[in-house]
């Protein structure tokens, strides 16, 4: 469920992974390879809020992704 804050709209991590059509823990790994920018904005508590431009960033590095048997079909040739 989207916050708003100051008249923004924000969205947390679940919300944005399930929109995305990854899981937490690959959007994660992502960050930790330097594979995505980490968003600019957090909340008190110090949680990630995605923009819709970062939903836009995060869908465009899933579109990237190719799948396991891709790749090794890409390598057998």
């Known amino acids: 469920m989207p916050i708003v804050i100051d008249g923004k709209t924000y969205y947390r991590t679940a919300e944005v992974c399930r929109i995305a059509g990854v899981s937490k ?6 960050l ?4 995505f920018i980490d968003v600019a904005n957090f909340d008190r508590r110090g949680w ?4 819709k ?10 579109g ?10 890409e390598k057998n040739r």
């Open 48 to 51: 990630r809020l995605f923009t």
């Open 53 to 62: 431009e970062d939903i836009k960033r995060l869908k465009s590095e899933v």
């Open 25 to 30: 823990s690959t959007f994660f790994r992502w």
């Open 32 to 35: 930790r390879q330097g594979s």
């Open 64 to 73: 990237q992704i190719k799948p396991v048997k891709e790749k090794q079909q």
